[in-house]
């Protein structure tokens, strides 16, 4: 877990990123206007603050991401932040508003 407020190194998707994401496609799907073919995790990163953002890369389709952020209240409940369209495999996950 990173320093708080510090964003944390990227690593592998478990089951809390899976879970996040599971929570959050819909709100993703409506406030992009588009159905996912798939809704893929391949990388995160976290931040503590009041609770943990969750910076998330997923795989919307063939060779199209999307970066999510969640934050995850320390009382166990799961909210999108924002996100944003149009990322690339290559692209690192950074810090967004």
């Known amino acids: 877990m990173a320093?708080?407020?510090?964003?944390?190194?990227?690593?592998?998707?478990?089951?809390?990123?899976h879970h996040i994401c599971h929570e959050v496609r819909k709100d993703v799907e409506d406030k992009n206007g588009k159905t996912f073919t798939e809704f893929t995790p391949?990388?995160?990163r976290t931040q503590l603050v009041n609770g943990v953002n969750y910076f998330i890369k997923v795989r919307v389709s063939d060779g199209k991401y999307v970066h999510i952020r969640s934050h995850k209240a320390f009382t166990g409940e799961?909210?999108?932040?924002n996100f944003e369209d149009n990322k690339t495999l290559e692209?690192?996950?950074?810090?967004?508003?």
């Open 78 to 81: 799961i909210s999108l932040s």
């Open 91 to 97: 692209e690192e996950i950074a810090y967004f508003h």
């Open 42 to 44: 391949i990388g995160f």
């Open 3 to 17: 320093k708080c407020g510090g964003i944390g190194e990227t690593k592998d998707p478990d089951e809390t990123v």
